[in-house]
């Protein structure tokens, strides 16, 4: 006899043998689906109005294309979480884990999204970071260290931040579920849709089943990231001298970026479509904060703590650095740790 979840799943079954027998066949079908969707969302309402962060739906919607509510993506990501912590090491200097989180967190109130963040940084010292579902974000020591500036290391963050804003997790995990009826037994198993995606993402390399998606979800996380990181006061640009970071790497060691960024837009179409968007939706400012003594003391602490050095707590935070950018001649001063201000050249 069956249950009534059961009875429940089987006919959410039948409705998505139905859709899957229609997307079968025919692939065009799904190829202009997908494009339906990009264009929704470059063009939904106030996706380009800065004044109207928080208040957007920028791809959570419950539907065919998400069934994933927020509370359910939390759960998915938590589990995960306890995976990726089970397996990797993790950087636990507090001064380092306190200044990441801040950071996050600020880029978090700025952004679309309705979750709380997680903030955790991982001992790999290769460049990138990834946000599971829910809003628990893991930055590479890599990344931190490559950075030159805290606007930097904020556009990294603020790119993984839109990835949750958008639910494109959830929205991967759906299509990908929709694609294939292998997971019946799964949902069967489980108890329900709620189950799908963990046990879907099992047999595949954590986090590679959430820290990988498609160009389109890529292009989108770019986008908002650059709205995220300027709404909180970052020169947008920071960005794209990431961007500009990882093109260099590629040179000095071939295949890296191909290995690590495969999913994502190729590089020199990042940096010119974040330029344009900047050019074109942000409004200008004056200032922008471009860095931090908090950073560069973070940095110089993190590098010691890659070298497996001893780090003595107040070692290098007695004495905070200011750090100048190179078009800022304005006087400073030596004694606080205020964020470096950069000032548009036309100001000069």
């Not at 997908?34 to 962060?53: L, P, V």
């Not at 970071?245 to 940096?271: N, S």
């Not at 070298?307 to 800022?328: M, Y």
Request: aromatic letters at 6%; a negative charge.
């Amino acid at each position: 006899m069956l249950t009534r979840s059961t009875a429940i799943i089987c006919v959410l079954l039948l409705s998505l043998s139905s859709a899957l027998a229609g997307s079968n066949n025919d692939d065009k079908k799904g190829q202009a689906k997908d494009a339906n969707d990009d264009d929704s969302f470059y063009h939904g309402t106030g996706i380009n109005d800065i004044n109207a962060i928080g208040n957007r739906n920028v791809g959570c919607n419950r539907g065919l294309g998400n069934w994933y509510s927020l509370d359910s993506q939390v759960r998915m990501g938590a589990e995960f979480s306890r995976q990726v912590e089970a397996t990797s090491h993790l950087i636990t200097d507090r001064v380092v884990n306190e200044y990441v989180n801040r950071l996050g967190q600020n880029l978090a109130r700025n952004s679309d999204s309705r979750l709380p963040f997680t903030i955790k940084v991982l001992d790999i010292e290769e460049p990138n970071a990834f946000a599971l579902p829910g809003g628990f974000m893991y930055v590479h020591a890599g990344t931190i260290l490559l950075a030159d500036n805290e606007a930097e290391l904020a556009g990294v963050m603020a790119h993984e931040i839109g990835h949750v804003a958008a639910c494109h997790a959830a929205r991967q995990v759906t299509r990908g579920t929709l694609a294939s009826l292998a997971v019946i037994p799964l949902i069967l198993t489980t108890g329900g849709l709620a189950g799908i995606g963990v046990n879907q993402a099992a047999n595949l390399a954590v986090p590679a089943a959430f820290s990988k998606f498609g160009r389109s979800f890529e292009a989108q996380a770019d986008y908002l990231g650059i709205q995220y990181a300027y709404k909180a006061g970052y020169d947008p640009n920071g960005m794209i001298d990431f961007f500009e970071k990882l093109a260099a790497l590629e040179k000095k060691r071939p295949g890296f970026v191909t290995k690590v960024y495969q999913d994502h837009p190729a590089t020199p179409d990042r940096i010119g479509k974040s330029q344009h968007e900047i050019a074109t939706i942000l409004p200008p400012r004056d200032q922008y904060i471009v860095d931090s003594s908090d950073f560069e003391t973070v940095k110089r602490r993190l590098a010691l703590i890659m070298k497996h050095r001893e780090v003595k707590d107040g070692a290098t935070e007695d004495n905070p650095q200011l750090r100048r950018t190179a078009d800022d001649k304005s006087p400073q001063p030596q004694d606080d740790d205020r964020p470096v201000i950069k000032r548009k050249p036309e100001d000069k």
